[in-house]
C-alpha cells in the first residue's frame, strides 16, 4: 500500500460546482495532515493544514477521518481559477521527519 | 516577506556537465528539503536537513548527486556528471521544523540535460 494516495482525476467539473477529493494514508499514527495546490510549471503551495475536527475557510473544507485513515478536501461554488493539482500531504512517520506528499489530484474547472 | 529563493530558475547542460542547484531557505527555519519532481514520479524526497546536519539522503539517486548545507542561510544540490534521466524539476523547502509544520518551496529550478 502507497504511503498517501490519491486519485489521479482528472476531475473535470462546470463553474459553481461542488467537488471533493479523497486521500487515504497507511499509518494509522499519522499527526500532521495538509492539502497543497499546486499550479502548472509553479511550486506547491500550501492550501490549508487539515485538524482533527475539521475545517473551513472560505468555499474549502478539509476533514480527517482517523478511523478510516483518509482526509477529504471539499470544494464549494468551484471557479476557473480552482484549476490546479491538489496534492494530499501526511507527516506519515511522525515527530519531526518530512511530509510525505500524494501525487495529486488534477482538477480543471470548465466555464 | 522574503520565501525560499531557488536559483538558477532555469539550467540547461549538456550530459557529463556539473549542475549546481542553490538554495536559500526562509530565515529561522531549521530544516531544509531537497525534492525532484517529474510527471512520471510525481515529488520525491531526495535529502534533507536539521540544523544544517543531512538526516536522511536515502532519496539521492545515486552518488553522482550530492547536496551541502554550510550554514543556516544557504544550501547546494549538485549533480556530476549529470545524465538526460537528470532532467526534472528541482524544490527546494524549508520548514520552522516540528512534526505539525507545513513546508515552504521556492520556485524550483527546470533542470534539462542534453
Known amino acids: 500500500r502507497k504511503e498517501v494516495e490519491q486519485d489521479p482525476g482528472p476531475f473535470n467539473v462546470p463553474e459553481g460546482a461542488t467537488v471533493a477529493f479523497n486521500c487515504t494514508y497507511s499509518n494509522s499514527a499519522s499527526q500532521s495532515f495538509f492539502w497543497y495546490r499546486q499550479d502548472c510549471r509553479k511550486e506547491p503551495k500550501l492550501l490549508m493544514s487539515?485538524?482533527?475536527s475539521g475545517n473551513e475557510d472560505g468555499r474549502f473544507t478539509a476533514q480527517l477521518n482517523r478511523a478510516s485513515q483518509y482526509i477529504s478536501l471539499l470544494i464549494r461554488d468551484s471557479k476557473l481559477s480552482d484549476s490546479a493539482t491538489y496534492l494530499c500531504?501526511?507527516?506519515?512517520?511522525?515527530?519531526?521527519?518530512?511530509?510525505?506528499f500524494g501525487k495529486g489530484t488534477r482538477l480543471s474547472v470548465i466555464a | 516577506d522574503a520565501g525560499v529563493i531557488q536559483s538558477p530558475r532555469h539550467e540547461v547542460t549538456e550530459m557529463g556537465q556539473e549542475v549546481t542547484l542553490r538554495c536559500k531557505p526562509i530565515?529561522?527555519?531549521?530544516?531544509l528539503f531537497w525534492y525532484r519532481q517529474t510527471m512520471m514520479r510525481g515529488l520525491e524526497l531526495l535529502i534533507y536537513f536539521n540544523n544544517n546536519v543531512p538526516i536522511d539522503d536515502s532519496g539521492m539517486p545515486e552518488d553522482r548527486f550530492s547536496a551541502k548545507m554550510p550554514n543556516a542561510s544557504f544550501s547546494t544540490l549538485k549533480i556530476q556528471p549529470s545524465e538526460p534521466r537528470d532532467s526534472a524539476v528541482y524544490f527546494c523547502a524549508s520548514s520552522p521544523g516540528g512534526s505539525n509544520q507545513p513546508q515552504h518551496f521556492g520556485d524550483g529550478t527546470r533542470l534539462s540535460i542534453l
Open positions: 487539515v485538524y482533527s
Open positions: 500531504v501526511v507527516n506519515i512517520r511522525g515527530g519531526n521527519t518530512p511530509l510525505v
Open positions: 530565515s529561522g527555519h531549521n530544516s
